[in-house]
């Protein structure tokens, strides 16, 4: 079981540190995504991460904003979220697929994962 935490209302141009955490099965060997979904549109990728936690992927809205990386000690993940806009305004999913690499030009292919958490909610005021 996965879950997202962190999530919150904050203004425009602020941050939160979004969390995932693993219960039940170890993180260590897992491609760790986040996903988000705003109203009226599509789940799209955000970030990615190997599970060495090298490797990081981000979509080119996000870039320069967001930063991925993984404590696998703790069995958590990590999303921080600066220079937040209205427009990361959704919910943020995290999804685990089981492998150590990103899979090139497929890094936020829904189907690939087999674990989701709950979601977490994050809106951005202007």
């Known amino acids: 079981q996965l879950q997202a935490s962190g999530g919150g209302l904050v203004q425009a141009g602020g941050s939160l540190r979004l969390s995932c955490a693993a219960s039940g099965f170890t993180l260590e060997y897992y491609v760790i995504t986040w996903f988000r979904q705003a109203p009226g549109r599509e789940r799209e990728g955000v970030s990615s991460i190997s599970s060495s936690g090298g490797s990081p992927h981000y979509a080119n809205s996000v870039k320069g904003r967001f930063t991925i990386s993984r404590d696998n000690a703790r069995n958590t993940v990590y999303l921080q979220m600066n220079s937040l806009k209205p427009e990361d305004t959704a919910g943020y999913y995290c999804?685990?697929?089981?492998?150590?690499?990103?899979?090139?030009?497929?890094?936020?292919?829904?189907?690939?994962?087999?674990?989701w958490g709950q979601g977490t909610q994050v809106t951005v005021s202007s």
């Open positions: 999804a685990a697929r089981r492998g150590y690499r990103l899979i090139a030009g497929r890094w936020a292919d829904e189907k690939l994962y087999e674990h």
